[in-house]
């Protein structure tokens, strides 16, 4: 069965301090993965990675993927109290936009 | 450029009766995909249209349709509506030209059935 798996699942951190996310995953031809951060309402997009080993970065944001052992990972350095949010994983393994499966995403709190 | 756009944001429906959701993509987007996000099962995908045609479908009961108009705007229908189906349904467009198949996400409609 198609599965994304995050972790941690929630995570309490302080201003300043560098965190990482994971994602895992099992899926058939898989095509790309993508990052998304999830304040209230919308999952705003991130990152898409399609090839392994090349750091795609945005600011303090930077994501990773390993296609041979089937991770990724979502640093985020020198956080803030805005990076407060889920943020979630998924993999897109048919090229059309709807065969994505969504990890539960990871709860991360920022304090300050 | 507008965002995608989700109608209405918030609904209240008591058990049986159905409901429409209205998603407007971005334009020039010609895939809306739609999904269901509750705390317990996360982000689940509902179906996918595409030129008015669905593409894709998820594992959901036949009492969730949905269908694209000739504008790319889509709707979604859920009849005789149950507890279970209170959630936030969010509503995707994507370009889908090569290989950009990132999606972009609207606010939201937050059902709760009563």
């Known amino acids: 069965e198609d599965k994304v798996v995050q972790s941690p699942l929630s995570l309490v951190v302080h201003e300043g301090d560098t965190v990482t996310l994971n994602c895992s995953y099992e899926v058939t031809n898989f095509r790309s993965l993508l990052w998304y951060k999830q304040e209230k309402k919308a999952p705003t997009f991130l990152f898409m990675l399609t090839s392994s080993g090349i750091e795609k970065k945005s600011g303090r944001l930077s994501s990773i993927l390993d296609k041979k052992e089937l991770f990724s990972i979502l640093n985020i350095t020198a956080t803030q109290t805005g990076d407060s949010a889920i943020y979630l994983c998924?993999?897109?393994?048919?090229?059309?936009?709807?065969?994505?499966?969504f990890g539960k995403g990871t709860k991360l709190s920022v304090k300050p | 450029k507008a965002g995608v756009t989700q109608t209405p944001r918030y609904l209240i429906k008591t058990r049986g009766q159905q409901v429409t959701l209205s998603c407007s993509p971005i334009?020039?987007?010609?895939?809306v995909s739609w999904y269901q996000q509750t705390p317990g099962q996360g982000l689940q995908f509902l179906f996918e249209?595409?030129?008015?045609?669905?593409?894709n479908k998820g594992n959901f009961p036949g009492r969730f349709s949905g269908r694209q108009f000739s504008n790319s705007r889509s709707e979604m229908n859920v009849s005789t509506l149950e507890l279970g189906d209170s959630a936030l349904y969010l509503c995707a467009s994507s370009p889908w030209t090569g290989r950009r198949t990132e999606a972009f996400f609207g606010q939201g409609t937050r059902l709760t059935v009563v």
């Open positions: 334009s020039g987007h010609r895939s």
């Open positions: 249209y595409f030129s008015e045609t669905q593409r």
């Open positions: 998924a993999v897109n393994y048919g090229g059309s936009q709807g065969n994505l499966i």
